[in-house]
T-cell receptor, first 112, second 118 residues
Framework: NAGVTQTPKFQVLKTGQSMTLQCAQD?????MSWYRQDPGMGLRLIHY???????DQGEVPNGYNVSRSTTEDFPLRLLSAAPSQTSVYFC???????????FGQGTRLTVV | AQTVTQSQPEMSVQEAETVTLSCTYD???????LFWYKQPPSRQMILVIR??????QNATENRFSVNFQKAAKSFSLKISDSQLGDAAMYFC???????????????FGTGTRLQVTL
């Protein structure tokens, strides 16, 4: 019963480096999303997808790219890491956009 | 835009006692979902309870219950018979039922850290 799987759990990057955070779900959910969690700010939506081949921006999309080639996978790419992207990142999936979300375990990213 | 406010950054409760976490929200929608998520030190976001706005009856899940006041836009979480394992960050979240665009995103409060003492 895997649910939503995120890798890696921890990552340290140097400023300017790029990387991809992986997210996979095995519940056949159409809707997937990426959030970042910063102290005192709750979780904020970065990008989301309503199905394979369809993605759109959330409230804080700058510096991030996504793609959705399959129902199961929704990777988040940091193009050129900046210290402001130091955060905890969560991937979530739900059956539809207006139903409860299931979260991965999060990735703690530090950009130095 | 929808907003969710949790005015209690930290709360403390003794084991076996009852505690209530507050949440208020602002929306112009008439139909929506409200959620409480628990985040223990493991970082995992765990759904505790959810409430559909069209239901007048307050949701309950074992020791967890909510007091949903739609007119006041208030959605508090009551934890009865508190246990050490309840210690965590608790987030209130809102999601409209309108199934289009970022209007359907989860909007989170800033969280309440709950301590459980012996």
């Amino acid at each position: 019963n895997a649910g939503v799987t995120q890798t890696p759990k921890f990552q340290v990057l140097k400023t300017g480096q790029s990387m991809t955070l992986q997210c996979a779900q095995d519940m056949n959910h159409e809707y997937m999303s990426w959030y970042r969690q910063d102290p005192g700010m709750g979780l904020r939506l970065i990008h989301y997808s309503v199905g394979a081949g369809i993605t759109d921006q959330g409230e804080v999309p700058n510096g991030y790219n996504v793609s959705r080639s399959t129902t199961e996978d929704f990777p988040l790419r940091l193009l050129s890491a900046a210290p402001s992207q130091t955060s905890v990142y969560f991937c979530a999936s739900s059956l539809q956009m207006n139903t409860e979300a299931f979260f991965g375990q999060g990735t703690r990213l530090t950009v130095v | 835009a929808q907003t969710v406010t949790q005015s209690q950054p930290e709360m403390s409760v003794q084991e076996a006692e009852t505690v209530t976490l507050s949440c208020t929200y602002d929306t112009s929608e008439s139909d929506y979902y409200l959620f409480w998520y628990k985040q223990p030190p493991s970082r995992q976001m765990i759904l505790v309870i959810r409430q559909e706005a069209y239901k007048q009856q307050n949701a309950t899940e074992n020791r967890f219950s909510v007091n949903f006041q739609k007119a006041a836009k208030s959605f508090s979480l009551k934890i009865s018979d508190s246990q050490l394992g309840d210690a965590a960050m608790y987030f209130c979240a809102y999601r409209p039922t309108l199934n289009t665009g970022t209007a359907s995103k989860l909007t989170f409060g800033t969280g309440t850290r709950l301590q459980v003492t012996l």
